[in-house]
C-alpha cells in the first residue's frame, strides 16, 4: 500500500485553464440564470490572481469563489453588483483597497456535505488577513424575501428577522454561521435575483488583527516585470516560392529571439508575398483561395519557430476562408510552448467587405501566454474603443496591432487611436506594418508605416508615451523593454486612473456571447479596379 495518496478534495487558487470547468459548475449550481462569459471569468482570474479560489473534488471543479480588493468608501456605500464588479470582470479591482469583495461563490449542490462553502470562506478570510485587510464585503443573496415580502416592512425587516431566528433563510443563516453580520440591504443589487427581489444583504467580516482606527497605508511597490518586445516593420518583396518567404520572417525571428525578445509582432497581410509566384492574375475569390491553401503550412511553420527559437509570434494576419466558409482576416498568435491562437478581425475596412467580400469576427478575449495575458487589435480595430477596453477588463496588459496602410492619412488613423488605448487603458500597446511595394498584388502596391511601442503617458512610461519606434517607411526591427508592473503602478497611484474613474453607474458595455456574424456594412463601390484601403 502507498504511503502516501493524492488528496481527494483541494482548495486551491484559481487558474486560466480551470474557466471551463468553473462556467460549468456555476451553471449546475445556479439553473436556469444567465450564466458568465468565459471572459468574465478570465478576467477574474487576470486581474487579482490571488483572489480566485476553486474548490476540486476527485479533479472535478466543485466550487468556485471571486474576489476582488475594494476602497472602504466604495465597499460600505450602497452599490449594485454590476458596478462594484466591473460588469462581472473584476475590473475594479483596486491593488490599494482595504477590504476584499466577494464577487461569486458557487458550489455543486451534490458535494455540499464536503463543507465546500466553508473552506472556500475560509481561504478568502486567509487571504484577507494575509494581506492585512480589513475585512471581507459583499452583497448575500436572500432568495426567502420575494416569498414572503408582504408580510414585511422591507428587506432590512427580512434580515432582522433571520437574524432573531423567527425566519429561515439558508444563504443568510450559513453567511452569519460564518461570522458575517449584516450592516444594511443594498437595493437592487442584482436585479436578476427573482427571489430576493433584487435584494441583497449588506455582509462584513471584520479582521480582528486590523486595528480599524487606523488609517490604511496600502501602496503599490514598483516592482520590475519586464517583458521585451520586437515588432517587425516588414519590406513587401516579391519571393520565388513559400520556402523563401519562410526564409525571410524566420531571419527576423531568429534576431528578435537572439535578443532574447518575449514577443515578436509581424504586420498585418504580411503574408500577401505569398501571391507574388503566382504564374497569372488572380481574381479576389482566387486570391482569398490559394491563400487558404497557404494557411495550414504558414501556420505551422511559425509554430515550429516559436519552439525552435523559444519566443512568442503574433503573426500579423492571413486572409483566408475559414471553416465555416466565411471568409476572415485571422491573425494567427503562435506561442513559444506550442499552443496556437487565433484572432479574427472584428470590424472589416469597407475596402475588405467589398473586395474580399471578407466580413467580421464575432468575438475578441485575451490570449493567455507566459507572461500574462494579451490582445490583438487588427488594424481597423484599433478604431473602436470598446475592443480595447475588453480585452483590458479580461486581463490584457499589452495590446498587438498588426496593421497594413497605404498611406500616411491611413496610417496616422491607426497610430492615434493606438496611442489613445494606451492612455485610456493603461497598457502598452504595439504596432507593426509593412512598407514598400508589391506590384501585381491587390492592394500591396504602395505600403506606409512607422512601427512603434507605445506607453500611457504619466511618470514611469517614456515621455511622449512611445517607447521605441521604427523609421519610416524602411524594413526594420524595432525592440524595446517595458515594464508591466509599471502598469499596476499607474491604474493604482497615476496621476490619472482611466480604469477605476469609470462611471459603471451610469454606462457599461453588454457584450452578446456567441452572436451570429453578419455581413459587413457595404461601402459605396468603389471608381477603380483598386482603392485605398487599411487604417
Known sequence: MPRKSPATLEVRVAVPTDVPGILTLISRAYPGIENYSGGQISGQINNFPEGQ???VY???????????????????????????????????????????????MAVDERHRGLRIGKRLYEARRVLAERLGLRGIVFGGRMPGYARVKSK?????????????????????????????TPIGALRQYLPSDKPSDGFAAHM????????????????????????????????????????????????FVDVAADYRSDFVVFPELFTMSLLSFESHALSPMEAIDRMTEHRAPIVAELSRMA??????????????????GSIQNVAYVCLRDGSVHAQEKIHPTPNEAYWWKIKGGSSVDVIQTDIGPVG????????????ARRLVDEGARIIFVPFCTDNRQGYMRVRYCAQARAIENQCFVVLSGNVGNLPGVDNMDIQYAQSCI?????????????????????????????????????RAEGTVRNLADRRFDLYRIDWKTGAPRDAAPQAHPPTKAKAPGGG
Open 152 to 180: 414585511l416592512a422591507g428587506p432590512e425587516d427580512y434580515i432582522a428577522r433571520v437574524r432573531a431566528g423567527e425566519l429561515r433563510d439558508q444563504v443568510i443563516g450559513f453567511q452569519l454561521a460564518n461570522g458575517f
Open 454 to 490: 507605445l506607453t500611457p503617458c504619466d511618470f514611469p512610461f517614456a515621455r511622449d508615451g512611445i517607447a521605441a519606434e521604427a523609421s519610416e517607411n524602411i524594413e526594420t526591427l524595432t525592440i524595446a523593454d517595458v515594464n508591466l508592473a509599471d502598469l499596476t503602478w499607474a
Open 307 to 324: 519552439l525552435r527559437y523559444n519566443i512568442n509570434i503574433v503573426g500579423g494576419s492571413h486572409p483566408t476562408r475559414t471553416e465555416d
Open 58 to 104: 476527485e479533479s472535478a471543479i466543485v466550487g468556485y469563489c471571486a474576489s476582488s480588493r475594494i476602497d472602504e468608501a466604495v465597499a460600505l456605500a450602497p452599490h449594485d453588483w454590476a458596478t462594484i464588479t466591473g460588469g462581472g470582470f473584476g475590473s475594479r479591482h483596486d491593488p490599494t483597497g482595504d477590504w476584499l469583495y466577494g464577487i461569486e
Open 376 to 387: 490583438v487589435l487588427i488594424c481597423y480595430d484599433s478604431e473602436f474603443p470598446e475592443l
Open 204 to 251: 462584513v467580516w471584520r479582521n480582528p488583527y486590523v486595528d480599524p482606527n487606523e488609517p490604511p497605508a496600502f501602496r503599490v511597490p514598483r516592482d520590475v516585470e519586464s517583458v521585451r518586445l520586437a515588432t517587425v516593420q516588414l519590406q513587401a518583396r516579391a519571393v520565388k516560392n513559400f520556402e523563401e518567404f519562410v526564409h525571410n520572417i524566420e531571419y
Open 53 to 55: 479560489f476553486v474548490a
